[in-house]
């Protein structure tokens, strides 16, 4: 079955820290893999994606088709990344299957 | 337009009664996409147009739910004799378009519509 899971509901870290939000997929196929963010009253937004291999906003995020992973990474959290980050998976040219989320808090 | 708009905002229903919300997708983009987001949940995919057609209805929970586009503008979901469980919120998304080759168009999305029903 496709699936993406988010494992951590909440994440807290303090500012300046490093920041790892862990994503996991089950997917036959050749995956393309997303993170997509939503900031406090704010809608939903691609923050990056797989195939384009780039770092945006100081997040990165690597496909590990060995562990099935996509986690995302930033070595200095700020406190303006606190938001609601979703995985998701696309599994054909325009279904998306999304994770849970999870909330990352960045403490001052 | 600035975005994807969806209306209305809220809707406060009772149980048993149909439901429609509206979606805007931004001009020009060909593909809309429903999703529904039940509290604590990721994003559930319901049904996705290309222009007016809708290729993929797979998503949609039950007959209660269906959905029609107007050409590649407005789209509609409509929910029959509603039930406490399909209380949630329901976002759009829109896209320009869907690719093929391992290049898959960005979704832009709308701020949601929050349903509950009493």
């Known amino acids: 079955a496709q699936r993406v899971t988010q494992p951590e509901k909440l994440l807290s870290v303090f500012k300046g820290a490093p920041v790892e939000l862990k994503c996991n997929y089950s997917?036959?196929?050749?995956?393309?893999l997303f993170w997509y963010v939503q900031y406090s009253r704010q809608r939903l937004q691609l923050l990056l994606r797989?195939?384009s291999r780039e770092s945006i906003k100081g997040f990165t995020a690597d496909l590990n088709k060995g562990e099935t992973s996509f986690h995302l990474k930033k070595p200095f959290a700020q406190e303006e990344d606190s938001a609601m980050y979703y995985c998701?998976?696309?599994?054909?040219?325009?279904?998306?299957?999304f994770g849970t989320g999870t909330r990352l808090k960045v403490l001052a | 337009g600035a975005g994807v708009s969806q209306s209305p905002s809220n809707k406060v229903t009772e149980k048993g009664k149909d439901v429609e919300l509206r979606c805007d997708p931004i001009?020009?983009?060909?593909?809309l996409y429903w999703y529904r987001q039940r509290l604590g949940q990721g994003l559930e995919f319901l049904i996705y147009?290309?222009?007016?057609?809708?290729?993929?209805k797979s998503g949609l929970p039950s007959d209660r739910f269906s959905a029609e586009r107007t050409g590649e503008s407005v789209s509609t979901l409509t929910i029959q004799r509603t039930q406490q469980e399909d209380s949630a919120v329901y976002l759009c998304?829109?896209?320009?378009?869907?690719?093929?080759?391992?290049?898959?168009?960005?979704?832009?999305f709308g701020p949601g519509t929050r349903l509950t029903v009493l």
């Open positions: 998701a998976l696309s599994a054909s040219t325009y279904k998306y299957i």
């Open positions: 797989h195939i």
């Open positions: 147009f290309q222009g007016n057609s809708a290729p993929d």
């Open positions: 001009s020009g983009h060909t593909a």
């Open positions: 998304a829109s896209s320009l378009a869907t690719g093929g080759g391992g290049y898959y168009n960005e979704q832009f």
């Open positions: 997917y036959s196929g050749s995956p393309e």
